[in-house]
């Protein structure tokens, strides 16, 4: 199993959960490693958006291992295209290459009320390049700062696949994988057949691009961060002296963010890149935007449809963020949710005799219990010279339950440390998730909400609610909080509704068993919203749409192509 996330390029093997054996420097990098798997690993679960059912589809499919990988949507907490709000509006079909490989905005896309200053962005245009065998890659020029235009500009990078029913193309659909973090050009490079149904890719330019201080496009750099001696960072500390690795952890990580990337980091918000978001809509040609966001790609799209409530065209948003929630509330709300997917896991692996934990489901719970108390205290070998600790095992399981299709293998890692042996589960990470992620991730998500917790005594009061709401996963969710207490710029957001009046109907999807966006996000979000539509996946795993459920997809299908969303309340099993 891969467990990367869209976007995300990783780089080492099962070795990066060393033991402490051999020579105090050979212990000290071998504790680092584990760390940094754990980091990665945490990272890669919350960032909303992880495709881990596309990807596995992507595997059967057989699709190469690194191509399914990087760009498949989905995780762990969370893309859009620009779309014509009517069949048939937006750029004409393309009959020469010439006209194919420019982008240029139309009297109809461009807002007569576009101030001065952004209109050079708005009117620009963009020159197509073939970057794969279908795919065609350019970029974007936007402002560094919406609030002073004449303060620079910075480039983001896009890719396209074009419309494969050019004589009925509508036009371009703008998509997001997810995250914060995760590359959407990587995405459309990778696996572009597995963002959408044949369907709309016949019909629309699928359309995505690299979000601002991501992948390409002028991204977060945090310069690198030494760790002194012997110090370790636990994930879950329970000792003052692992609760002061983690607090010093937190500080010098965002020191080295703020040192490395310097005043660009103050403009990587999400509201910033909704705001990008409609000047590609513009330059791409389309009235409206017409956008299938997934995980922290809703939380876009809402943004957009607060912004521009009047260029919303048809808006999916799938495994939906509910913008009300401040931090500690977004992180307590995956606890429960990755809670309740693995008490989904054990209600099915106890429903057959061959379960490694019995056929009793109480039990069950307990021996999971049993097992990642006594991973805790000894490690497992995991193949090599590596070690599979309690903290691993966590983030592992997290990450198997973002689809039902990585199941089987959990279980059977689970049988195999019962019996003694961790090399299955470090099988089921092939290496860390690059860093590059991690970094992006908290960037955006530390200007998007106030920190959740400011010191570890508010961290460690919320602890009992976060224990409730999770058993297994409530204390490693919990302890993230820590990452944005002292980060080097300000907030930009806050918790808020958001009704976008006026608008289209905004389809907005959501699966009960969903862990990384629980459901209750998704009934929260299409009730805010004035032109919400519900549409429920009764079933596991991160994401509903083009994810093999046939009611889901005519759905999802007709609202795109026909502008005709389903009947509120609609639940597909």
């Not at 521009?308 to 500690?328: E, I, Q």
């Not at 199941?407 to 019962?418: F, K, M, Y």
Request: charge should be negative; include cysteine.
């Amino acid at each position: 199993m891969d467990t990367r996330a869209p976007g995300h390029d990783r780089t080492g093997g099962p070795a990066d959960t060393a033991p402490l054996r051999g020579t105090p420097r050979a212990r000290r990098a071998a504790r680092r490693r584990a760390a940094g798997l754990r980091r990665a690993l945490y990272r890669a679960v919350i960032a909303a958006g992880a495709p881990f059912a596309r990807l596995d589809r992507a595997r059967q499919a057989g699709i190469p291992g690194e191509r399914a990988a990087v760009g498949v949507r989905g995780t762990a907490l969370l893309s859009a295209v620009p779309l014509a709000l009517v069949a048939g509006a937006g750029l004409p079909a393309a009959d020469d290459k010439a006209a194919a490989a420019v982008s240029q905005g139309t009297p109809a896309s461009i807002p007569a009320a576009v101030p001065e200053g952004l209109r050079p962005y708005y009117t620009q245009r963009i020159e197509w390049q073939t970057c794969g065998a279908v795919v065609q890659c350019g970029e974007l020029e936007v402002p560094l700062d919406y609030t002073d235009p004449s303060a620079g500009a910075i480039r983001l990078s896009l890719a396209r696949v074009r419309a494969t029913d050019p004589a009925d193309r509508i036009g371009s659909l703008l998509y997001n994988p997810g995250g914060p973090g995760a590359s959407g050009v990587e995405a459309v490079k990778s696996a572009s057949e597995m963002l959408a149904t044949p369907e709309v890719a016949a019909r629309y330019d699928l359309v995505s691009f690299d979000p601002r201080g991501v992948g390409e496009s002028a991204p977060v750099r945090c310069a690198p961060v030494r760790t002194a001696g012997d110090a370790t960072v636990d994930i879950t500390p329970d000792t003052p002296a692992e609760v002061d690795g983690a607090v010093r952890s937190a500080r010098e990580n965002a020191a080295a963010c703020g040192s490395g990337t310097g005043p660009r980091l103050g403009h990587v918000s999400s509201l910033e890149t909704a705001r990008d978001m409609d000047v590609l809509r513009a330059v791409l040609g389309d009235p409206r935007l017409n956008y299938l966001g997934v995980s922290y790609g809703t939380y876009l799209g809402t943004l957009y449809a607060d912004l521009f409530p009047d260029r919303v065209g048809r808006l999916t948003l799938d495994a939906a963020v509910d913008p009300r929630l401040d931090a500690l509330e977004r992180l307590r709300g995956q606890a429960a949710g990755f809670q309740r997917a693995l008490d989904a896991f054990l209600a099915d692996c106890t429903e057959r005799p061959e379960c490694p934990l019995g056929t009793d489901r109480a039990k069950a719970a307990k021996r999971l219990t049993a097992l990642l108390a006594r991973l805790d205290r000894a490690p497992l070998p995991a193949g090599g010279a590596g070690l599979l600790d309690r903290d691993t095992t966590v983030v592992i399981m997290a990450e198997s339950l973002y689809s039902k299709v990585s199941w089987p293998a959990l279980e059977s890692a689970l049988g195999a440390a019962l019996a003694g042996n961790g090399t299955e589960f470090a099988e089921l990470v092939e290496g860390a998730s690059d860093n590059a992620f991690g970094q992006s991730f908290q960037a955006i998500s530390c200007l998007d909400l106030p920190p959740a917790v400011t010191s570890p005594e508010q961290l460690q009061a919320a602890l009992p609610s976060f224990r409730q709401a999770s058993p297994v996963f409530g204390e490693w969710f919990a302890w993230s909080a820590l990452s944005c207490a002292e980060w080097p710029v300000a907030a930009v957001g806050t918790p808020r509704t958001i009704t976008a009046p006026g608008t289209p109907p905004i389809l907005v999807l959501g699966t009960t068993r969903d862990p990384a966006t629980p459901y209750a996000w998704a009934e929260a979000l299409a009730g805010q919203l004035e032109s919400g539509v519900l549409l429920t996946r009764d079933g596991d795993g991160h994401s509903g749409y083009n994810v093999g459920d046939p009611c889901v997809d005519r759905a999802v299908d007709r609202y795109l192509i026909e502008g005709l969303p389903p009947l509120d309340g609609t639940r597909c099993a």
